[in-house]
């Protein structure tokens, strides 16, 4: 072989390699991945794998029961988010409807009220590994509703929430929080000088 066709082999093998370390190498396997039917329409996972569905229904390592609690002081109509412990939020009917926490021994903890006697309407729409809730509430201007709404930070540790305001409309729904506390969600705004437009305009906002 030739100085040159042994250069030229030699530049060659060198590119190749370096193509393979870049790369991973030739004998990593592909990663592959599995459809699995688990017999329920999911709302939301969480890290350890639990999938909270509709109808009441969770999905734990291969098997399906229901979280829905049918004494007092609570009846879970829907869930909507689950954490790592395994604590769902959504809400029930408590002489109202108002913002649950079901923990994973089947507890329920009350949460959205405030201190309103009303109890006026809530939902819980997410939670964090911390127990913060968020979710969204009927204001007390209730000459507005339904577009008196509006998103709140909540506890398990704590009946009182926190109104989270709006962006100059009447309306706003948090939709999910992080570990840090921050909110992320909808609110309306004015539109055409009316708090409560038939057709509201909604901007997105994050609270912390």
């Not at 969770?58 to 029961?65: K, Q």
């Not at 869930?79 to 409807?97: R, W």
């Not at 809730?133 to 007390?140: D, F, I, P, Q």
Request: aromatic share 8%; hydrophobic share 35%; net charge negative.
């Amino acid at each position: 072989m030739s100085c040159h066709r042994q250069e030229g082999y030699h530049a060659l093998l060198s590119v190749v390699i370096a193509s393979l370390l870049l790369n991973g190498g030739i004998a990593e396997a592909a990663t592959t991945y599995t459809m699995k039917d688990i017999g329920i329409n999911p709302t939301a996972i969480n890290s350890t794998g639990q999938v909270l569905g509709s109808n009441y229904m969770l999905y734990n390592n291969g098997t399906l029961s229901s979280i829905r609690a049918m004494t007092s002081p609570a009846i879970l109509t829907q869930g909507f988010d689950i954490n790592t412990a395994g604590q769902v939020v959504g809400y029930g009917s408590s002489y109202g409807t108002s913002a649950f926490v079901r923990n994973s021994d089947g507890t329920f903890v009350n949460v959205g009220v405030g201190s309103d006697p009303n109890f006026r309407p809530a939902t819980g729409t997410a939670i964090n590994d911390a127990g913060q809730v968020a979710g969204r509430s009927v204001t007390l201007n209730t000459s507005l509703y339904p577009c008196a709404m509006h998103a709140f930070l909540g506890s398990i540790s704590s009946p009182v929430i926190t109104d989270l305001g709006s962006l100059g409309g009447e309306k706003t729904i948090a939709n999910d929080i992080n570990a840090s506390g921050t909110i992320v969600g909808n609110s309306s705004v004015p539109t055409l000088g009316s708090l409560c437009p038939t057709v509201p305009e909604y901007h997105a906002f994050v609270f912390n």
